[in-house]
């Protein structure tokens, strides 16, 4: 059980929104940064989004990201089907004082 | 280009030790902290720990501490993960990754490939 609590799967057909909640307490996502990951099938992690809402260089505006208490929610626009993967949040653990992560949400681009 | 390529593809017996590697390129090696993410066949991300390659400041993850070994060695560029006595439940891909800011608790922006490995008798 993760101590950040992600949907397991969501689902939306391809050039539509969809939204992915993280939720945590005041002592991770509360009082932390939130950052994303996509896991595309066989690969490793890739950043999607850093400090809640911050994009890497060459990441698309498609993907966003916000926080709010202790939530955070990252956002996929103009879905494809490349965007089929497991996304994770990531953040702080003040109590644990570790990383630590969603248990993941699998995208499906129906 | 930065980028962490780590060490190949592992199948080990219950009991025996292990170190696995993970060789930094393109970015100031001793300038940022590097993880290791355990992920179970299936399952999700997990956090083992944390190494800064400038001084060899060591975190552990409270679940991690004192079932694996850190380390690095700053002159090579590389960080490694270590067990002395291996189980089955370490079966599992183990990625390395580079934490993006100055601090311990910061993002992961560049990934290793992952080494996968197997335990079984």
């Known amino acids: ?110 | 280009e930065v980028q962490l390529v780590q060490s190949g593809a592992e199948v080990k017996k219950p009991g025996e030790s292990l170190k696995i590697s993970c060789k930094g390129s393109g970015y100031i090696f001793t300038n940022k902290w590097i993880g290791w993410v355990r992920q179970m066949p299936g399952k999700g991300l997990e956090s083992m720990g944390i190494i800064y390659p400038g001084d060899s400041d060591t975190r552990y993850s409270p679940s991690f501490q004192g079932q694996v070994t850190i380390s690095a060695d700053k002159s090579i560029n590389t960080a490694y993960l270590q067990w002395s006595s291996l189980r089955a439940s370490d079966t599992a891909i183990y990625y390395c990754a580079r934490q993006r800011g100055s601090w311990y608790g910061d993002a992961f922006d560049i990934w290793g490939q992952g080494t996968m490995l197997t335990v079984s008798s």
């Not at chain 1, 916000?66 to 109590?95: F, M, N, R, V």
């Open chain 1, 1 to 110: 059980q993760s101590v950040l609590t992600q949907p397991p799967s969501v689902s939306a057909a391809p050039g539509q929104k969809v939204t992915i909640r993280c939720s945590g307490s005041s002592s991770n996502i509360g009082n932390n940064f939130v950052s994303w990951y996509q896991q595309l099938p066989g690969t490793a992690p890739k950043l999607l989004i850093y400090d809640n809402n911050e994009r890497p260089s060459g990441i698309p505006d498609r993907f966003s990201g916000s926080k709010s208490g202790t939530s955070a929610t990252l956002g996929i626009t103009g879905l494809q089907t490349g965007d089929e993967a497991d996304y994770y949040c990531g953040t702080w653990d003040s109590s644990l004082s570790t990383v630590i992560f969603g248990g993941g949400t699998k995208l499906t681009v129906l």
